[in-house]
């Protein structure tokens, strides 16, 4: 009886969050050690500008979308606030998937394979196919930024708006996500490689799975208990990891690096993922921060860890003293509790242990300057 | 009475034929060249087809005049004098399903070779992504896919069974179809699909629209392994294709040529695009040969065009039980398809709720009126039938066989379905 309550508390809670949905992965760190090791990274490759969104940013679908979300302005539709980061956070490492793509290109190097076969010019120690490659994994994470925004209309209260908004918010936020993963589909092709194509196609595959088991698959097992640690990780493998693990391994496959380069970097970008969603997930935990609210997502890697850790039982007990008179989760409260036992030091040391398979992974490629880079970035996801 | 049917019509033969149509076919036949990119002699041999396209429009639209003026309703004539045009067809009247039966070999293990691809372990997920196909749809799209690829390899002296990587593409268009279909089915807020509840009824629309894509991702990676970066190519431009028209029907033109061209580009897109262009894939599979490609293209595009004008037509005089739908759904989202654009000829009141989508209140019940009093489902159909010719012009060109012909009757299915 308790349990069923408390689900529909947490359900409560959960939508709520909606609005203030971090924006990705990379977007949500604030420490300055990383911007730092990011605007130094961009240098080394030449321009980071994307061309491809660029085009799709300039092209007729997105600025008649442009111009219907402001349709939207004062509704209460999460795509308005998807629209807001893409220039909001621009500054923010939003591109740094393509960046790590980049780099590791660069880090790689020409292959000896590579310089007949492929007929094309590196510009600043890059292929132009590694450089469509990057845009093209940035349009990917982006057209799920998009649909991840749309709503189910049924749930929608009253505190939600109109429904007439509502339902021209999904149709703008299903289409814009539509068009941007069609470029990036025709783009794909135009890289001339059907295994770099299934590859990525698998990502995307990935990335929904990832989505969908995130969301729904807890409110299959019950949203109380949560998934395990190792089903967790699985699932944050597919939404945070897959997409860039697989795109490090494509660039190899496009410059016709061999298997073990092809590994590595697959390693490194999933491994990198990993330790960043970590420390995204951790900020909360570690930060001082005192008098802001604070919010977190039950499924953050620390309370994972610590539900895990204190058992079900005890876990529901905790979440029901966190629980205030009026049904509202007291966030602070609950921090406590988990800050008092060991999940945020496990996931700690989770973030320690894939930031240290990144840097061994990237070992292996000979000492560069987008070596040393990719180092720096896989050094600061351990940094808070 | 006849005069200004007449007049009607030469005017809508100007103003359509003369710009809209002929703009449109000849764009779009330009764009199938520009695509197949490793051909570049191509360019100066797609305009062909696009020129044979003219004097045989003027040639029919005056023999549709004749008959139209003299027996509105009789139809039939013009499907006996569309005979002597193609190579002999030997079919039967009795024999009306055979374009069906014939695909039929090939398609057997559609569904579960569909399912295959949408593996995914044991989750929610899954289901929704089989969720349509259940082996209710009519898998047009599959069909015409199969008969060409085996009309095609007789052509290039191939005999037996279908390539492999045919095959795959006959899925692959069904699954990217579908996809499309979740999707839109979000956009539009529609509540029924095939005669069941749509996935965003059943699941929300948050999950619908994670399906749809991992639909998409499935068909993706299965075209990419058929291995062949051409065929990747041409059925990319597809899902391009579709999210553009769909982009297309946000926005309506004033100008009334325009507008028409603008009809006609859009359903291009949204639906001929797909069949087209698997049908040329299947070709680059079994020949090198750019006019092969662009006979199958054209058949493809053709029949694309037709199949979604008799579409709209339907969704004026189908019943709510036939389509599965609920008519005049494309009113009712304000769309203004074939029947209600030649409709606004007749009677200029339309151009109004064209402009404000049907939005004000009666709009909807007003505009159905207004088609029905016209000719605008006539001209439709009629409009359907010549797309109907041409694509039995460009597979006619092909080799004997029953695949053709069944292509070419499949033609007549298309145009007298009425569901």
Not at chain 1, 135 to 148: G, K, P, Q, S, Y
Not at chain 1, 298 to 303: D, M, R, S
Not at chain 2, 80 to 93: E, I, K, Y
Request: with cysteine; glycine share 6%; net charge positive.
């Amino acid at each position: 009886m308790f349990a069923s309550a408390c689900s529909k508390l947490l359900r409560r809670l959960t939508f709520p969050i909606r609005g203030q949905r971090t924006l990705s992965l990379f977007s949500s760190t604030g420490s300055s050690s990383w911007s730092k090791v990011v605007s130094d990274a961009e240098k080394i490759v030449g321009y980071p500008t994307s061309f491809m969104s660029l085009r799709c940013l300039l092209s007729d679908e997105l600025s008649n979308v442009a111009m219907h979300i402001r349709k939207l302005v004062g509704t209460q539709h999460p795509l308005l606030n998807t629209a807001r980061g893409f220039v909001y956070d621009s500054k923010n490492n939003l591109q740094m998937r393509g960046l790590i793509v980049l780099l590791l290109s660069k880090a790689a190097g020409p292959s000896h394979a590579a310089d007949d076969a492929l007929g094309q010019d590196m510009v600043s120690g890059i292929y132009p196919s590694q450089r469509n490659l990057a845009e093209i994994v940035e349009l990917i994470n982006t057209a799920f930024l998009v649909h991840r925004g749309v709503v189910n209309l049924k749930e929608l209260t009253v505190s939600d708006g109109l429904l007439k908004d509502m339902e021209f918010g999904n149709k703008m936020a299903v289409l814009s996500g539509d068009f941007l993963l069609a470029n990036a589909c025709t783009g794909l092709a135009q890289l001339n490689n059907t295994e770099v194509v299934e590859l990525i196609s698998s990502a995307i595959g990935d990335v929904v799975q990832g989505i969908y088991y995130e969301n729904y698959s807890s409110a299959e097992d019950g949203l109380i208990d949560g998934v395990d640690v190792a089903s967790w990780k699985e699932h944050i493998f597919l939404t945070h990891g897959a997409l860039l693990a697989k795109s490090c391994e494509a660039a190899m496959l496009l410059a016709k690096h061999d298997k073990q380069a092809q590994m590595l970097a697959y390693l490194y970008g999933k491994h990198l993922s990993l330790g960043h969603k970590l420390n995204s997930d951790l900020q909360p935990f570690v930060k001082g921060g005192m008098g802001q609210p604070v919010t977190f997502s039950l499924n953050a890697a620390p309370v994972v860890f610590h539900r895990q850790l204190v058992g079900k039982d005890r876990w529901h007990q905790q979440l029901q003293q966190a629980t205030t008179l009026s049904n509202q989760l007291d966030y602070s409260k609950l921090l406590a509790t988990v800050k008092s036992e060991k999940g945020v030091s496990s996931a700690l040391d989770l973030c320690c242990f894939h930031s240290n398979k990144a840097l061994e992974a990237i070992k292996a490629f000979p000492s560069s300057k987008a070596r040393s880079a990719l180092e720096n970035i896989a050094f600061a996801v351990t940094k808070f | 009475m006849a005069a200004p049917g007449w007049r009607h019509i030469t005017r809508w033969r100007r103003g359509c034929w003369g710009t809209a149509v002929s703009e449109t076919l000849w764009p779009v036949t330009g764009r199938s060249a520009s695509s197949s990119a490793p051909f570049p002699g191509r360019v100066g041999g797609s305009s062909e087809p696009g020129n044979e396209v003219k004097p045989s429009t003027q040639i029919l639209s005056k023999s549709h005049l004749g008959f139209s003026l003299i027996r509105p309703c009789s139809r039939l004539p013009s499907v006996a004098a569309l005979q002597p045009l193609c190579c002999r067809s030997t079919h039967s009247d009795a024999k009306l399903e055979d374009p069906f039966t014939l695909a039929q070999k090939d398609l057997t293990t559609l569904y579960d070779d569909i399912k295959k691809e949408l593996f995914i372990s044991r989750t929610e997920l899954k289901s929704l992504c089989d969720y349509y196909f259940d082996g209710r749809g009519k898998a047009i799209r599959p069909i015409i896919v199969v008969l060409m690829a085996r009309a095609l390899n007789i052509h290039s002296d191939r005999s037996g069974d279908l390539l492999p990587g045919q095959k795959a593409i006959a899925m692959i268009t069904e699954m990217i179809h579908t996809a499309s279909l979740v999707h839109d089915d979000v956009i539009d807020g529609s509540d029924a699909r095939r005669g069941k509840r749509s996935l965003n009824e059943v699941w929300g629309e948050k999950k619908a629209i994670l399906a749809g894509d991992f639909i998409l991702s499935a068909a993706s990676m299965a075209l990419a392994r058929i291995g062949d970066i051409t065929v990747v190519k041409v059925l990319s431009q597809v899902i391009e294709d579709l999210v553009r028209g769909e982009f297309m029907q946000l926005g309506s033109k004033e100008n009334e040529n325009e507008r028409f061209k603008h009809y006609l580009e859009k359903t291009f897109k949204k639906t001929a695009s797909l069949i087209a262009n698997s049908c040329k894939a299947v070709s680059i599979l079994v020949s090198s040969d750019p006019e092969v490609h662009e006979i199958a293209y054209q058949y493809g595009k053709n029949v694309g065009i037709a199949f979604q004008l008799v579409d709209d037509v339907l969704d004026f005089t189908s019943g709510a039980q036939q389509l599965g739908k609920p008519s005049a759904a494309d009113l009712k989202l304000g769309l203004a398809t074939g029947p209600v654009l030649f409709a606004c000829q007749q009677f200029p009141e339309l151009h109004a709720m064209i402009m404000r989508r049907f939005s004000s209140k009666g709009d909807v019940d007003r505009a159905w009126q207004y088609v029905l009093k016209s000719d605008g489902v006539q001209q439709t159909s009629f409009l359907a039938r010549r797309y109907c010719q041409e694509a039995i012009r460009q597979v006619s060109l092909l080799r004997p066989s029953p695949e053709r012909d069944a292509l070419i009757r499949l033609t007549e299915l298309v145009l007298s379905r009425d569901k």
